[in-house]
């Protein structure tokens, strides 16, 4: 079910993403449901999300000089995929994450593994805490690494 619940937590950030104006909750549930996720699982997916946005610090600092490199846990790398990890460090080396964010996602993924973190778990958590810190600041970031665009973060 966390596979579910995180494709449908990714499902969300795309429409967040696509700055749709009348971006509603009913209407997303009712594309989902359509699509054949269960209730459940939404409601799962939009408690996570709402956990996740009330408990987040306040406004995350602008870019952060990389000035140390966080070395995983053997817990860490056994339920955070090498991909997962390595998303986390080159978002770090972006200076799009602080300490304090990469820890707040680390957090977050290991919560959820039952399995390993795949790549794409990882951008779903990822995109949905720099949302719950301040969607506005990170619109662009979360864009470009959701769609894999490095290039367009690197300019």
């Known amino acids: 079910m966390r596979e579910r619940v995180l494709a449908i937590v990714s499902i969300i950030a795309q429409y967040v993403l696509g700055e749709?104006?009348?971006?509603?909750?009913?209407?997303?549930?009712?594309?989902?449901?359509?699509?054949?996720?269960?209730a459940?699982?939404?409601?799962?997916?939009?408690s996570w999300m709402q956990n996740v946005a009330l408990h987040t610090p306040g406004k995350m600092p602008q870019l952060a000089e990389v000035r140390s490199q966080r070395v995983f846990t053997a817990e860490e790398k056994?339920?955070?995929?090498?991909?997962?990890?390595?998303?986390l460090i080159r978002l770090?080396?972006?200076?799009?994450?602080?300490?304090?964010?990469?820890?707040?996602?680390?957090?977050?993924a290991m919560q959820v593994?039952?399995?390993?973190?795949?790549l794409k778990d990882m951008k779903a958590i990822a995109a949905i805490t720099l949302f719950a810190r301040n969607n506005e600041q990170w619109r662009r970031?979360?864009?470009c690494f959701l769609d894999d665009d490095?290039?367009?973060?690197?300019?």
């Open 20 to 38: 749709r104006d009348n971006l509603d909750e009913s209407d997303i549930v009712e594309e989902l449901l359509a699509v054949g996720f269960e």
């Open 40 to 46: 459940d699982e939404i409601d799962a997916a939009f």
């Open 78 to 87: 056994r339920d955070l995929s090498a991909e997962a990890r390595g998303l």
């Open 92 to 108: 770090r080396c972006l200076g799009i994450l602080d300490d304090e964010a990469q820890e707040e996602i680390i957090a977050k």
């Open 113 to 118: 593994a039952d399995d390993p973190v795949t």
């Open 141 to 143: 970031e979360v864009d």
């Open 150 to 155: 490095w290039v367009r973060l690197y300019h």
